[in-house]
């Protein structure tokens, strides 16, 4: 028989809401959110200016698409940056779970690599690329959701919509449940 105690269970999806809106802070179009890891809007992707004055190595486009911000390898390649597109869409039912890992893969090569700095974006920057950093902050460092949501909201106000949000949660359980069975 399973023990009860052992089975982790994060805080439901409109307590998470509840966190994330007690944690404004102030949003421009980018802010830097992890050493080197920056989270924005499709205003500063499009401004190459702003990008070399950066020092931006890595380009994670959570809203890529030809009907979205359809920037791409070709549109930076003068910065000589990489590049990582995901056609998502902002809305409950999009499921983005299925590009965590390899968002999570992209930032940390990014940030692995010499004088790397990660810009991650979407429209806004407060949905989709804030749920792919998340993400990469629970898969590559070790947070769990909620030291996540507190440690990007202390730079950026962010609002991953319910159905991101779920996803992360399920992201939450499946982690703890690796963490724990290494441990045991």
Request: aromatic share 8%.
């Given at each position: 028989?399973?023990?009860?105690?052992?089975?982790?269970?994060?805080?439901?999806?409109?307590?998470?809401?509840?966190?994330?809106?007690?944690?404004?802070?102030?949003?421009?179009?980018?802010?830097?959110?992890?050493?080197?890891?920056?989270?924005?809007?499709?205003?500063?992707?499009?401004?190459?200016?702003?990008?070399?004055?950066?020092?931006?190595?890595?380009?994670?486009?959570?809203?890529?698409?030809?009907?979205?911000?359809?920037?791409?390898?070709?549109?930076?390649?003068?910065?000589?940056?990489?590049?990582?597109?995901?056609?998502?869409?902002?809305?409950?039912?999009?499921?983005?779970?299925?590009?965590?890992?390899?968002?999570?893969?992209?930032?940390?090569?990014?940030?692995?690599s010499p004088n790397g700095?990660?810009?991650?974006?979407?429209?806004?920057?407060?949905?989709?690329?804030?749920?792919?950093?998340?993400?990469?902050?629970?898969?590559?460092?070790?947070?769990?959701?909620?030291?996540?949501?507190?440690?990007?909201?202390?730079?950026?106000?962010?609002?991953?919509?319910?159905?991101?949000?779920?996803?992360?949660?399920?992201?939450?359980?499946?982690?703890?449940?690796?963490?724990?069975?290494?441990?045991?």
């Open positions: 028989m399973a023990d009860v105690k052992s089975h982790y269970e994060p805080l439901p999806v409109h307590d998470l809401q509840r966190l994330l809106w007690s944690h404004r802070s102030s949003t421009g179009h980018v802010n830097q959110v992890w050493p080197k890891l920056y989270l924005g809007n499709a205003f500063t992707a499009r401004d190459k200016s702003v990008l070399r004055e950066m020092g931006i190595t890595h380009i994670l486009n959570a809203a890529s698409g030809k009907y979205r911000i359809n920037t791409g390898p070709e549109f930076y390649r003068d910065l000589n940056i990489d590049y990582l597109g995901v056609e998502a869409d902002d809305h409950p039912y999009f499921d983005l779970s299925a590009h965590f890992f390899a968002a999570a893969q992209f930032i940390r090569a990014g940030l692995q700095k990660v810009l991650v974006h979407c429209a806004m920057g407060i949905s989709r690329a804030a749920s792919l950093t998340l993400a990469f902050l629970m898969i590559s460092e070790g947070l769990s959701l909620i030291d996540a949501i507190r440690t990007v909201s202390e730079h950026r106000d962010i609002c991953p919509n319910p159905g991101f949000l779920e996803q992360l949660r399920q992201l939450d359980i499946t982690l703890e449940a690796k963490r724990r069975s290494r441990r045991e």
